[in-house]
């Protein structure tokens, strides 16, 4: 199954509760990157169903912060250092409000 399958299979239409556990909601965050990393192999339809499903997680970074802060993103965040543009490793700040919001994809911005 492609990344874009499985991040959008977990996120649409509303993040699976199942999935809030440790090392296990944080791996959005790995699948997010692998789609960034092919995105303009994507088809129209998958990018919107991935713009749907980005807004759809930062929606609930109030509830995925906490793995953020602690699962393995944030000893890969420490390691590589990924750049603001890569919001999808920032969900911690973004719950917190410290996420600058002018580098939220546009459907997500407040």
Do not use: N
């Amino acid at each position: 199954m492609r990344e874009v399958d499985v991040y959008t299979s977990c996120l649409l239409p509303e993040l699976d509760d199942g999935l809030i556990v440790p090392e296990t909601v944080s791996r959005m965050a790995y699948f997010r990157q692998g789609i960034a990393d092919v995105w303009d192999e994507l088809t129209a339809e998958e990018r919107a169903l991935v713009a749907a499903s980005d807004a759809v997680l930062i929606d609930a970074a109030d509830k995925v912060a906490e793995f953020w802060r602690v699962d393995s993103v944030a000893s890969i965040r420490e390691r590589d250092q990924p750049p603001k543009e890569a919001w999808w490793w920032w969900l911690h700040e973004i719950a917190e409000g410290a996420f600058p919001a002018e580098l939220l994809p546009k459907a997500a911005r407040p």
